[in-house]
């Protein structure tokens, strides 16, 4: 197997085996990463003296057709060779021959990893927000033009007080900011350059990391060469901790879905092609999106814990289970990719049940407002609450179903104009346009 450590001495197969794992399949998701750590580590060598304007020309060219190949799928880890930057460098010189073997000058690929991995995680945060703020849209769409539905509303799953798809589909809107508010932590502690760190120790090179810090459009730098490795790991379990915030705003809906859809509730219905059937009762139409979500959901909540676990004690300095991270994080980004997608697909086609609140066992729900009114005509409120409480014991209670509700965040005012600028002002904070300006630079 061809790699960038190896001198004379081969590694007994069944160790590699081991120890190499599931990094192939994995690093080919980073080689588009791996390229643009490339372009700007080669540009700074040539700005310091280590590399010739001639050999930079080269070696700039060659990566951006690599890049190429990438970005067109063309690219793939060929058999034999360790992991993406050994195949880089590996198509680099046999491209354009000594210029290619120069690239690798003031760089471990333990800070090639951590560059790659950084890269990554800001690109995989950005299509998380986006895919957020698409699902937050809708719901703040069907928020709008349900606000006047009204729906039980529940505590301990005993009918309580009055609500409305309004208010419901609008809950879960106002989550996403939240959950967006622990993404961008986790992006700003990403969005920092850790090139230049080598093993974890610097270089006796006079390298110029605020130069690639600009290049590849980072906010700041990692500037402590040894925290800058000592921040595998904890990067992982940061981001972790925000797509379990989002999964389990997901879960939760999930979860309301699934019991809003039986027949016991009916409050909402979905197409028949959307759910799916049983092989013995003809009757059935079962929400199998909301519950694969669910589950799903659930099992993210985990990855902060998965990543806890596979960093807890370790010492300062490169160990070789920080690889197994990858394992955790890249499919866990795919996940959750794949049910923010589908709840706002689901989303689309959802339709809810008007004059729920007709059915006579939803009468109860109207106990307070009818406490409430008792109350501004003068009743002092622990008479009127007695009072209401004896009606309802002696079968008596017959309310009025006005509901009126006119507070910040009550029925009659979701704030949903309030909810949707603390969105548009957090999604902004992101600044997702320098970045991608950053790297459109280098690949152009």
Known sequence: ???????????????????????????????AFDVLGSLAHTQMLQSIGLMSTDDLELVQAELKKIYQEIQAGDFKIEEGVEDVHSQIELLLTRRIGEAGKKTHSGRSRNDQVLVDLKLFFRHELQVVVEEVKQLFDQLIQLSDRYKDVLLPGYTHLQVAMPSSFGLWFGAYAESLVDDLELVLAAYKITNKNPLGSAAGYG??????????????GFESLNYNVV???????????????????????LGRMAMDQTLYLSQNFSFVSYPDSL???????????????????RGKCNRLQALPTDVAMMTTNLPSGYHREMQLLKELLFPAFAELK???????????????KANILEDPKYAYLFSVEVVNNMVLNG??????????????????????????????????????????????????????????????????
């Open 379 to 444: 009743t002092p409120f622990r008479d009127a609450y007695k009072q209401v409480g004896m009606d309802i014991e002696q079968g008596n209670f017959n309310p009025d179903k006005t509901v009126n509700h006119t507070h910040e965040g009550s029925i009659g005012n979701l704030q949903n104009e309030q909810i949707g600028a603390a969105m548009s002002k957090l999604v902004d904070s992101f600044n997702f346009s320098k970045t991608a300006q950053a790297v459109q630079q280098l690949v152009s």
């Open 338 to 352: 794949s049910c923010l997608h589908m709840a706002n697909f689901m989303l689309q086609n959802v339709e809810v």
């Open 203 to 216: 270089s006796s090179f006079p390298l110029n990391r605020t130069l690639t810090t600009q290049l590849l």
């Open 1 to 31: 197997m061809s790699k960038l450590w190896q001198k004379t001495t081969n590694v007994d197969q069944l160790v590699e085996q081991f120890t190499v794992g599931r990094d192939r399949e994995f690093d080919e998701q980073m080689a």
């Open 227 to 249: 925290y800058a490795q000592m921040g595998r790991g904890k990067t992982e379990r940061i981001i972790a901790q925000a797509l379990s915030s989002v999964a389990a705003t």
């Open 275 to 293: 759910t799916t059937g049983s092989s013995i009762m003809p009757h059935k139409k079962n929400p199998d999106v909301w519950e694969i979500m």
